[in-house]
């Protein structure tokens, strides 16, 4: 019988100890922010568009100022609000298809963190019609907070004149592979967005391994 409570006990400890575990930053591989091109946007603009695309953990403010600007001016060369959120920046283009992680344990989380966000702000620099609604659907706002970003994994694709959330990681549309095929090194875009002299291969990207260990699951 007292063998029977010690090893009810113990796995009582192990649970609690495991939840507390969850808590903490070390469960990061749900925290993570996946984009890739939908399958549709080559039959909408005929190739794969050239579209930069960012990420960034944002006060209210800067989500107001961001919505505000609209997207043109926001990506627009030398943009002082893009500088200061420093985003996360991943690249595509007719060449360029692979999807692209954002992981939790990262130096933009560390940073964005400081500033206690309230909303993760995801936006694609992409050709627009005339008519383009007053809500801007190139803009992708998801409060931190509502929809437990840091219990679940952000998944979106790019398509036509928009972003969308999905559920599931985002794949290739060439090649169907999924996105912990590519990380970017980001070192391209914050010379872009600084203005720090870029060097010979700084905007190579890395390829086949996972950060940290993670694993697609």
């Known amino acids: 019988m007292n063998h029977i409570l010690r090893t009810l006990r113990f796995f009582r400890l192990l649970g609690t100890g495991a939840i507390l575990f969850c ?3 070390g469960c990061a591989s749900q925290r993570r922010v996946a984009v890739g091109l939908s399958p549709e946007i080559e039959d909408y603009y005929a190739i794969y568009p050239s579209v930069e695309f960012d990420v960034a953990a944002v006060t209210a403010e800067e989500a107001d100022q961001i919505k505000s600007d609209g997207v043109d001016k926001y990506f627009a060369p030398g943009s ?6 420093e985003p996360f920046t991943v690249y595509f283009s007719q060449e360029e298809t692979r999807p692209a992680v954002l992981y ?3 130096d933009y989380w560390d940073r964005w963190l400081k500033k206690k966000p309230v909303t993760l702000i995801l936006i694609a620099d992409l050709p627009h019609s005339p008519d383009m609604p ?3 659907p190139r803009i992708l706002s998801i409060d931190l907070k509502k929809n437990g970003v840091f219990a679940r994994p952000v998944y979106v694709e790019i398509e036509p ?3 969308t959330r999905i559920f599931e990681l985002p794949k290739d549309p060439r090649t169907g592979l999924p996105a912990e095929i590519r990380r970017p090194d980001n070192r391209e875009a914050e010379a872009k ?5 870029r060097n010979q291969g700084d905007g190579q990207n890395q390829r086949g391994a996972s950060e940290n260990g993670e694993t697609t699951t």
């Not at 002082?80 to 959120?85: G, S």
């Not at 967005?193 to 002299?197: D, E, K, T």
Request: proline share 9%; aromatic share 4%; net charge positive.
């Open 161 to 163: 004149q928009k972003i």
């Open 193 to 197: 967005i600084h203005g720090n002299p």
């Open 23 to 25: 808590l903490l930053p």
């Open 80 to 85: 002082l609000l893009r500088k200061r959120l």
């Open 134 to 136: 007053k809500e801007d």
């Open 104 to 106: 939790f344990r990262s």
